[in-house]
């Protein structure tokens, strides 16, 4: 039977990060327009900051519709489903707020990632719980985790700061959704490293 928390308990947080994939889940306020579910991976991108605020690292890609629907509503959803071991599903309600490179916050909450920061990262995704959940999964199949794919951070690896951008720039869902809501801010601001490395 599934239950509500008012924070991410201790088991809760260790259910979270034993996941390798999670699934967020947006939506524009206009109700003709789409419903956004993502998956997200790659170790050590997501962060339990305190019992009420996860984060994760947000990396290029072809859109940004979780950003977009952020920008302009804060609705959030972020959810794990366990694969193996015994059946659960948490999910975390809330408000998120995308952190743009050139924001105060980013070099300190960058810097508590380690090794997860990688190339082609556009912002941090910090969302604070209004509500945490679980339920059974009993629905959810067995699946065995292989390892990460290397192809994202090979592909934005090659690319200078300038070739990121001009990518980011390149696609037309960066910019705004599909929806037409402001997306990523672009040009893509600048990423300041040595405010980085002295965070």
């Given at each position: 039977m599934g239950k509500t928390y008012e924070r991410i308990d201790g088991r809760l947080r260790a259910?979270?990060?034993?996941?390798?994939?999670f699934f967020t889940g947006t939506a524009p306020l206009t109700e003709d327009g789409h419903v956004n579910i993502s998956?997200?991976?790659?170790?050590?991108s997501l962060r339990?900051?305190?019992?009420?605020?996860?984060?994760?690292?947000?990396?290029?890609?072809?859109?940004?519709?979780t950003i977009a629907h952020l920008r302009e509503n804060g609705r959030i959803t972020l959810m794990w489903c366990a694969f193996t071991g015994p059946p659960n599903?948490?999910?975390?309600?809330?408000?998120?707020?995308?952190?743009?490179?050139?924001d105060p916050r980013f070099p300190e909450l960058v810097s508590g990632f380690g090794d997860a920061d990688a190339p082609g990262?556009?912002?941090?995704?910090?969302?604070?719980?209004?509500?945490i959940s679980d339920t059974c999964g009993f629905a959810v199949p067995f699946m065995d985790?292989?390892?990460?794919?290397?192809?994202?951070?090979?592909?934005?690896?090659r690319k200078s700061e300038e070739e990121f951008a001009a990518y980011c720039e390149s696609k037309d869902h960066n910019?705004?959704?599909?929806d037409g809501l402001p997306a990523l801010p672009l040009p893509l601001?600048?990423?300041?490293r040595s405010a980085a490395s002295s965070a």
């Open positions: 259910f979270i990060e034993e996941q390798p994939l998956p997200k991976g790659r170790a050590g339990v900051l305190d019992d009420r605020t996860v984060a994760y690292l947000d990396f290029g890609g072809s859109h940004a519709e599903i948490v999910r975390v309600h809330g408000t998120g707020v995308p952190v743009f490179r050139d990262l556009r912002a941090v995704i910090v969302v604070t719980a209004k509500l985790y292989r390892e990460e794919r290397t192809l994202h951070t090979d592909y934005f690896g910019g705004v959704s599909i601001p600048p990423r300041d």
